[in-house]
């Protein structure tokens, strides 16, 4: 049963900063994640600030330099079926088509997918574990099959749940944020906190922090994207495992790559040590062999999530034979 609260509409950014940052306050975009979180307890605010009566939050448009910039109150709906966006960033429109299911990605907002909490089943379920300020994870040694395989630190080992946190970092996208002490901009790889550095905090936003805008960079000559997903069922599910891309290539030169990794860690995991050992190479069996096992190299499996060290292995594999082959049908742009 949901609790009760106050429901708050603004009008006006101002307003919906001066209830947040009073405390005891969540933000309410599309309610996809915030309803559950509130009828499960793990969000206890008495006062809901609903957002979706700001204005220019919802557009998606082209910048000066060529990027994009996607308002936080976009659906991921919008995002998967725009032009620009298929055109721009073909994997950002396949992340999307990724999230759950057509009635969550036409109802689901993308700041939401950026902040939706995440769905350990200790945590969504009674136990105070530790990300509740408890004393405990009980995934460490429990049922951990789904848990994270890097940046756990054996403290918590939740995977950050968002399809499409992971493609926007590797396009190197900003957040745009407003809040009691003004505007600031946050890079989406920095907006995300590890459980060593805070294992109660999913993200950096400050109390009264509303993200207003996504900024996506211009896409560089020869830029490949895309994002796979594997998941336990056909149906709607978050991550087993996902690997987001965007290389730059020349040829079969890769002259930039990055490489995040989805259903990993508790944040979308940047896998530097196979960024490394593709960057500056020409794309063959042998450097994606070497690429797809540096990026399991530094893995730290739980008891029963061992499995998942293969799956990125073989994943990554695949997605850079698309990339040699041209099989993937996401042609580089030119
Ligand atoms: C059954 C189910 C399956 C799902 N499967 C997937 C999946 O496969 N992949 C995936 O990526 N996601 C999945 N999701 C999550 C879903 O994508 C999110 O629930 C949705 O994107 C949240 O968007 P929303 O607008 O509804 O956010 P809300 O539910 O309104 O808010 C979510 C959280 O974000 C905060 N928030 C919202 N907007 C902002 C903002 N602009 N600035 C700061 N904070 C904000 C809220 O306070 C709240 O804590 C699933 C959800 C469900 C219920
Ligand atoms: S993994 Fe994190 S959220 Fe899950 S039980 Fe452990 S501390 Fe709690």
Redesign the pocket.
Known sequence: MLPQFSYIRPDTLDEAISHLQKGDAAIHAGGTDLLGCLRERTITSSKIVSITGLKDMADIRETTDGGVSIGALATISDIGDNQLISKKYPGLARSAAEVASPQLRNQGTLGGNLCQK?R?W??RGE?H????GGYQ????GGENQF?AIFG?NQ????THPSDMAPILVALGATVKVAGPKGKRSIAVEDLYVL?ADD?QAETVLNLGEIITRILIPAPPPGLYTSYRKIRARRAWDFALAGVALALVMNGNQVSRAHIILSGAAPVPWRSTEAEQALTGKTLSSKTIDQTARAAVAKATPLDKNGYKVDMFRGMLTEELHKVLTGAHGEVPLR
Do not use: D, G, N, S
């Open positions: 995440p350990c200790y945590y136990f574990c530790l990300r509740k994870c009980f995934a460490m848990h756990h403290i918590c080992a939740i459980p294992v």
